[in-house]
């Protein structure tokens, strides 16, 4: 099951606790990566970049399952 289908299913049956921290479990494994800091001088060009990239990426995701 891929991450988005867990994150669905453990929406949908709320109380289903072990989906749950099935899916905390793995986010908690994913790497993260630091986009900037608050006291960064390019702070709100760097967040709309990030956004943007992630919503290009989505779109494309999106085109490509058609």
Known sequence: MSDEELR???L???EDKIALQAYL???SNHPRTMITTVDDADFDDK??????RQMRS???ND???V
């Open 47 to 52: 967040i709309q970049a990030i956004v943007l």
């Open 63 to 65: 085109n490509a399952a």
């Open 8 to 10: 669905q299913y453990f």
């Open 58 to 60: 989505a779109n494309s």
């Open 25 to 27: 479990d793995r986010l």
């Open 12 to 14: 949908q049956p709320r």
